[in-house]
Structure formats: structure tokens, C-alpha cells
Nanobody
Framework: QVRLAESGGGLVQAGGSLRLSCAAS????????VGWFRQAPGKAREFVAF??????IIRYGDSAKGRFTISRDKNAVYLEMNSMKDEDTAVYSC?????????????????WGQGTQVTVSS
């Protein structure tokens, strides 16, 4: 059974930093592309960042550019979040897509984690 699990969420003050991790079991995680998404209450799911299976293609959503960094090793995918703002408060989820999707849409993500809550206090 495939399972993605996020960790590292929590409460952080505005201007602070958090590092989220996404680990997987039941699949060869290093051969999948991975995206980070977030969803705040009452809002649509928002794309945050993407890294391809080899780490050579990285993309960021507008809200993440210049503040967030996505990276990966053979075991997990990470999202380093700096200079955090109130509007970064959301549930953050990771998702995995097959490697052929170098620019996947939401429907191209095959596996999703349950998400981890990130709350930024001002």
C-alpha cells in the first residue's frame, strides 16, 4: 500500500521558518515527481512547489517564490519555508506523480498525503 506522510508542521511566528518533510512507503519514491500544495480554510488548493524525480526541474507557485525552497534526497522531499507570513497558514500536502509528467496538473498526481497543519502567528 502506498502512503505519503508529511511532517514538520506546527506553529511559527511571522518572519520565522519551518521545514516540512514528505516521506513515502510502498513505492520507489526517488522515481516520482513530487509537488507541495496547501489549502487554507475556505480557499482552493494552491500549488506551492514542484521537484521532478531527478531534482533537475523545480517550479514554485507565486506565493513561494523567493521564500520557499524545495529539495529532495533519495528518501524524502523537503519544503524549507522562510520569512513566513500570516497568509502561509494552511494545511500543506505533498503529492507524487509519475515521472513523465514534468509539469503535472492536479489530476496527474497519483498519490497524496494527509497533510500537515502550518499556522503562522503575527
Amino acid at each position: 500500500q502506498v502512503r505519503l506522510a508529511e511532517s514538520g508542521g506546527g506553529l511559527v511566528q511571522a518572519g520565522g521558518s519551518l521545514r516540512l518533510s514528505c516521506a513515502a512507503s510502498g513505492l520507489s519514491f526517488s522515481t516520482y515527481n513530487v509537488g507541495w500544495f496547501r489549502q487554507a480554510p475556505g480557499k482552493a488548493r494552491e500549488f506551492v512547489a514542484f521537484v521532478c524525480w531527478s531534482g533537475t526541474i523545480i517550479r514554485y507557485g507565486d506565493s513561494a517564490k523567493g521564500r520557499f525552497t524545495i529539495s529532495r534526497d533519495k528518501n524524502a522531499v523537503y519544503l524549507e519555508m522562510n520569512s513566513m507570513k500570516d497568509e502561509d497558514t494552511a494545511v500543506y500536502s505533498c503529492a507524487a506523480s509519475f515521472r513523465l509528467y514534468t509539469n503535472p496538473g492536479l489530476d496527474d498526481y497519483r498519490y497524496w498525503g494527509q497533510g500537515t497543519q502550518v499556522t503562522v502567528s503575527s
